[in-house]
Nanobody, 118 residues
Framework: QVHLVESGGGLVQPGGSLRLSCAAS????????MGWYRQAPGEQRELVAT???????DYADSVKGRVTISRDNAVNTVFLQMNSLKPEDTAVYYC????????????WGQGTQVTVSA
């Protein structure tokens, strides 16, 4: 089993910052890519950012310049630093990890709510 546990969501004013964390635990050989996705009410889940095991990153155009993804492979944790937050960033943020066990599979966290409002 693989478990992803997110933390760091909350309510923040426009222009503010939040740092999300996601820790993976369980039995596995390694974690390939890790990433963050988000889903606003009535919308499809969308990519926010991903990072490879080697540290190569990719960002959605809507967050470029405002968001930084990073990871600590020693503790199987991925981070999302979000600055200059906008009301349209309001969503449930989900952590994703591509994990190597006997097969390679994607795992998801339970989600953490981010609300940007005055």
């Amino acid at each position: 089993q693989v478990h992803l546990v997110e933390s760091g969501g909350g309510l923040v004013q426009p222009g503010g910052s939040l740092r999300l964390s996601c820790a993976a635990s369980g039995t596995f050989l390694s974690i390939l890519s890790m990433g963050w996705y988000r889903q606003a009410p009535g919308e499809q889940r969308e990519l926010v950012a991903t990072i490879s095991r080697a540290g190569t990153t990719d960002y959605a155009d809507s967050v470029k310049g405002r968001v930084t993804i990073s990871r600590d492979n020693a503790v199987n944790t991925v981070f999302l630093q979000m600055n200059s937050l906008k009301p349209e960033d309001t969503a449930v943020y989900y952590c994703n990890a591509r994990v190597v066990r006997l097969t390679i599979d994607d795992y998801w966290g339970q989600g953490t709510q981010v609300t940007v409002s005055a």
